[in-house]
């Protein structure tokens, strides 16, 4: 059984960084693409960026530039690194190995 925690958000202003992290209980290796995807309240979930065991990623037209995504596959774990935040980024962030999700993590940006 494969399980996904994710950890690392928080409240932060605008402006602002964050580092998700998603440590998988089981190894990443076997996993072709991870991602992290987003929630906000009212809206449906969307993906933010994703990375395949090759490393080419891919990710959300409003989040390119902000945002970055890294898997170590020594450690089980997948990052994302959120800098310039803004109050849009608001959500809750789940972590994805298909078919397995995380529990999510909120991430509230806010002055």
Request: hydrophobic share 30%.
């Amino acid at each position: 059984q494969v399980q996904l925690v994710e950890s690392g958000g928080g409240l932060v202003q605008p402006g602002g960084s964050l580092r998700l992290s998603c440590a998988v209980s089981g190894t990443i290796r076997s996993f072709h693409a991870v991602a992290w995807y987003r929630q906000a309240p009212g809206k449906v979930r969307e993906l933010v960026a994703s990375i395949t065991n090759s490393g080419s990623t891919n990710y959300a037209d409003s989040v390119k530039g902000r945002f970055t995504i890294s898997r170590d596959n020594a450690k089980n774990t997948v990052y994302l690194q959120m800098n310039s935040l803004k109050p849009e980024d608001t959500a809750v962030y789940y972590c994805n190995l298909p078919p397995h999700w995380g529990q999510g993590t909120q991430v509230t940006v806010s002055s």
